[in-house]
């Protein structure tokens, strides 16, 4: 073999492992792009996802706040409203006593509003 032979082969030789180098390198730089282009998708869907969970959160404290102030408002209103009726109890005890055609001795034999008295004989 020549020596022009030898080094066309080596030219050639070292021409293919330039290009499959290259290419190698092409691939790897797409593969990268790709892994970089999906991570970035990941990313912003996990930020979706941590915004809606944020959303979820705030409104659930929102719920519970305002399940509380229901709670509080009915128990103000259940107190409001025992006190209604202690003061029109009142107010019925008042009038009776104050009524000269009410027999206010008759209060004390009631026992939830029965006469809880023996009717008197017959004449």
Do not use: C, Y
């Not at 070292?14 to 990941?42: C, P």
């Amino acid at each position: 073999m020549k020596t022009s032979t030898i080094i066309l082969i080596v030219l050639v030789a070292l021409a293919v492992a330039v290009v499959g180098f290259v290419l190698w390198r092409r691939s790897t730089a797409a593969k990268n792009d790709a892994l970089r282009a999906e991570a970035t998708a990941t990313r912003q869907k996990a930020t979706a996802a941590t915004l809606e969970a944020d959303r979820q959160s705030a409104d659930a404290e929102e719920r519970a706040a305002r399940a509380k102030r229901e709670t509080i408002g009915a128990e103000q209103q259940r107190v409001a409203a025992s006190a209604n009726r202690a003061a029109a109890a009142e107010m019925q005890s008042h009038a009776d006593d104050i009524d000269p055609d009410v027999d206010t001795k008759l209060d004390t034999h009631l026992d939830n509003g029965v006469d809880t008295r023996t009717a008197p004989p017959a004449h």
